[in-house]
């Protein structure tokens, strides 16, 4: 079994600073692509920022500048830094990682259970 969790979340005033930290454990022989995922109440789920293995990433445009996403391979973890926090940053926030669990398996995404995060004005 593989488990992605998130944690960092809650709530936060407008203009502050919070990293969302995301852990993948379990059976897991490599991981590809870590990526941050956000769904508001009433809107589709949508890409964040992602980060390759080798450090490579990229951001949705409405986070640029703002969040910063980074990872430490030698613990399965990946991070969200944001500063400059909006309301419209409101969202439940999903991590997800392409990995193998074994060397003969193939790569598949998992997702975490997501954790909410509410900027309020």
């Known amino acids: 079994q593989v488990q992605l969790v998130e944690s960092g979340g809650g709530l936060v005033q407008a203009g502050d600073s919070r990293t969302l930290t995301c852990v993948a454990s379990?059976?897991?022989?490599?991981?590809?692509?870590m990526a941050w995922y956000r769904q508001a109440p009433g809107k589709q789920r949508e890409l964040v920022a992602g980060i390759t293995t080798g450090g490579g990433t990229n951001y949705a445009d409405s986070v640029k500048g703002r969040f910063t996403i980074s990872r430490d391979n030698a613990k399965n973890t990946v991070y969200l830094q944001m500063h400059s926090l909006k309301p419209e940053d409101t969202a439940v926030y999903y991590c997800?990682?392409?990995?193998?669990?074994?060397?003969?398996?193939?790569?598949?995404?998992?997702w975490g259970q997501g954790t909410l995060l509410t900027v309020s004005s």
């Open positions: 379990g059976n897991i022989f490599r991981i590809n692509t």
């Open positions: 997800n990682a392409d990995l193998q669990r074994f060397a003969t398996f193939p790569y598949l995404v998992h």
